[in-house]
């Protein structure tokens, strides 16, 4: 897991310095995870990366602040990216979400009982992953 600074975790939201978003990472692939913090890296964000989604829910429950985008892989050994989602949104409702899948299509977003922001199969152009969470940030910054 990556270790990043929180900085000013009292201040409110949109006051003084602009933070960076935080966007959690979850794959059970290593070398996937590194995959898609390189992709999203030119967009200026900060991490947390994990492999196993029990340890991104345990990080998930203490997160102050609590993570801006959700990436996550679809087929996980311990749970899959939409029972994660789901886990992830009991605690945060408007959490935006990514689900990546080499495994399944877009179809498992439509018929998924939790919604998903944006589904991008693999692999994957790295470009399309950093305009989907750029897409799903700035419905954020409208909302």
């Not at 899959?80 to 899948?101: D, I, M, T």
Request: contains cysteine; hydrophobic residues 40%; proline residues 8%.
């Amino acid at each position: 897991m990556l270790n990043c600074g929180m900085g000013k975790a009292a201040s409110p939201k949109g006051a003084g310095v602009k933070k960076k978003p935080l966007i959690y990472i979850v794959d059970d692939e290593p070398l996937l995870v590194d995959l898609a913090e390189a992709s999203l890296a030119p967009g200026g964000y900060t991490f947390k990366k994990f492999t196993d989604p029990e340890e991104a829910l345990k990080s998930f429950a203490k997160a102050r602040p609590r993570p801006d985008v959700l990436v996550t892989d679809y087929a996980m050994g311990k749970m899959n990216g939409l029972e994660l989602v789901e886990k992830f949104r009991q605690r945060e409702p408007r959490l935006k979400c990514v689900l990546v899948s080499g495994t399944v299509g877009a179809e498992v977003v439509l018929n998924a009982p939790v919604k998903i922001n944006r589904f991008v199969g693999k692999p994957y152009q790295p470009e399309n992953l950093l305009e989907l969470v750029r897409r799903v940030l700035a419905e954020n910054q409208a909302a």
